[in-house]
């Protein structure tokens, strides 16, 4: 069974800094891996899909690297921002699951002013 | 593209009366779609996966007597909580993939947050 695991679980940082959220999962035979943003009370917002057989991913300030035989994906946020403050979770389509994602448990970021 | 809307977006009832909830995909086709369940501070949970036209599959623990599922056209799904408890209060989020879409991305929509009395 497909387990994806986010660390860490929460992370307060100054203003500008640059962070990196982790996700690892225990089955590398998956299709893709998304990033996705919540915002307290509100839906997913996807950031980012990595294909199974891609590397990385880049959007704006983000980038979510793929390193599938080690079961490991990383967002890394450059320049933070206060406006940047939300969830952050990762899920994993394995192959042959009915496009069923397994998300991971988040990373609660705190960016402060 | 890709707007997956829901609706209502909050709702409060008393305990033993249902409510539905309805998944829409507003400018696209989707052959399959996802209801999950979040309590606070928590992940998502799968429910069940909707399919046009046959009957949800239903994740394990999950009664589906309870939480009725229907998805009669391409572009909606809905999802009935029947004699709803105050267990039963969370906040549930449907998703939808696109007809033929090679990348397998899931739409999220923006979530129902339910709370029995």
């Known amino acids: 069974k497909q387990e994806v695991t986010q660390i860490p679980a929460a992370l307060s940082v100054p203003e500008g800094e640059n962070l990196v959220l982790n996700c690892s999962f225990t089955d590398s035979a998956i299709y893709n891996l998304q990033w996705f943003r919540q915002d307290p009370g509100k839906g997913l917002t996807s950031l980012l899909l990595?294909?199974?057989?891609?590397r990385e991913q880049t959007s704006g300030r983000l980038n979510a690297s793929l390193d599938k035989s080690s079961g490991r994906s990383t967002l890394y946020i450059a320049a933070s921002q206060p406006g940047d403050s939300a969830t952050y979770l990762c899920a994993v389509l394995p192959h042959n699951a009915g496009n069923m994602l397994t998300f991971g448990g988040g990373t609660r970021l705190m960016v402060k002013p | 593209g890709a707007v997956v809307s829901q609706h209502p977006s909050w709702v409060i009832c008393k305990s033993g009366t249902s409510v539905k909830i309805e998944c829409r995909s507003l400018d696209f086709q989707a052959t399959t779609m996802f209801w999950y369940r979040q309590f606070p501070k928590q992940s998502l949970m799968l429910m069940a996966t909707s399919n046009e036209g046959s009957k949800a599959t239903y994740e394990q623990g999950v009664e589906k007597d309870k939480f009725l599922i229907n998805h009669a056209s391409l572009t909606l799904s809905t999802l009935t909580v029947t004699s709803a408890h105050p267990e039963d209060s969370s906040f549930y989020i449907c998703s939808a993939t696109l007809a033929g879409d090679s990348y397998n991305e899931q739409f999220f929509g923006p979530g129902t947050r339910l709370t029995v009395l």
């Open positions: 990595i294909q199974s057989s891609q």
